[in-house]
């Protein structure tokens, strides 16, 4: 019998929980991302309804968007579309739940339009920089989600009384709470610290005359730090790109291998950039045309410096190389 939601730790996460919350009355909700269940290191059983996080071998429903997660399950022989649940390429995985029982469940108004909101924040479709920072109810819903909260249990509560809130009432009533505010101004004070870091940490490739993508080097910075790497854009509204460099920690510890992260920015539009491809020509990880991430293995401090640069100009090599 269902019995319990596994769903993925963000707003698309949360809502999609709301969603099989209410059509299915299950209060029991575990958070977790899509690499704890794709090594599986969370226990799932035919009692699970799992969404928007990578097929976990066995469940109770699967709901996901995500291409490569269907694809890895085509790889093992695999049907993803024969699973039950739905997968769909859609902009949320809140989208696929609420396409599935639109025509069996009597929706409130608001789903409509929470799902419009949910897909905006979770495809990054915005058409300016002004419009993805303008204060709206879903920017300060999902910007609340992202403070640094006391502890996991602190963020456990609050992820788990949105799910309530969010099947409910309309995001617009929902970003009026206390609470909702308060977690949003504290994560606005953490944004501009990463501003400020972004803002000391970046530069230019020489190569790259017209400075179409920023790259934020944390290299230097001591200690194990979070960035939103598209904060960039507020800074260098100009950028198409940016790419973002750091050390892998491990257990707290700074190792000399690093992480490249890159992805493209709003101005970009549709053009025919590709931050995946550039992972893969680099063979160090994978992603799609709009980010993608991989990481470099290094022996010593000194063929850590050699590898990061021999990948920044390979970097602006293949970007250059790809259409505008
Ligand atoms: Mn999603």
């Given at each position: 019998m269902l019995s319990r939601i596994v769903t993925h730790n963000d707003l698309d996460g949360i809502f999609s929980a709301s969603l099989c919350s209410a059509i299915h009355g299950i209060d029991e909700v575990e958070f977790t991302g899509p690499n704890a269940v794709a090594n599986r290191a969370v226990s799932i059983t035919a009692d699970d309804i799992v969404c928007?996080?990578?097929?976990?071998?066995?469940?109770g429903l699967w709901f996901d968007h995500h291409a490569g997660n269907a694809e890895e399950l085509r790889r093992l022989g695999?049907?993803?579309?024969?699973?039950p649940g739905r997968f769909a390429q859609e902009k949320s995985c809140a989208r696929v739940i609420y396409s599935y029982y639109q025509n069996d469940y009597d929706f409130p108004v608001f789903y409509g339009e929470s799902v419009r909101e949910v897909d905006k924040i979770d495809s990054f479709d915005f058409a300016s920089v002004a419009e993805w920072r303008a204060e709206t109810p879903v920017r300060i819903i999902n910007d609340s989600l992202k403070c640094a909260f006391r502890d996991r249990e602190a963020e456990g509560a609050y992820y788990r009384s949105l799910i309530g809130r969010l099947a409910e009432q309309s995001m617009a009533e929902v970003a009026q709470a206390n609470d909702v505010r308060d977690y949003f101004q504290a994560y606005l004070k953490d944004e501009e610290k990463m501003v400020e870091l972004i803002r000391a940490s970046s530069s230019f490739h020489p190569a790259d005359r017209d400075r179409e993508f920023a790259i934020i080097d944390?290299?230097?910075?001591?200690k194990q730090t979070m960035v939103v790497r598209n904060l960039a854009q507020i800074i260098y509204p100009e950028i198409y790109g940016v790419f973002l460099v750091q050390n892998l920690y491990d257990r707290g510890v700074k190792t000399t291998n690093l992480k490249v992260s890159g992805s493209l920015t709003i101005r970009n539009g549709k053009g025919k950039k590709d931050i995946g491809e550039i992972m893969r020509i680099l063979n160090i990880g994978d992603g799609h045309p709009g980010a993608g991430s991989g990481q470099i293995f290094c022996d010593s401090k000194a063929d850590m410096e050699r590898k990061k640069q021999d990948a920044l100009d390979k970097i602006c090599q293949i970007w250059h190389s790809q259409a505008a």
């Open positions: 928007d996080l990578p097929y976990p071998g066995e469940c695999v049907d993803p579309l024969s699973q944390l290299t230097h910075y001591p």
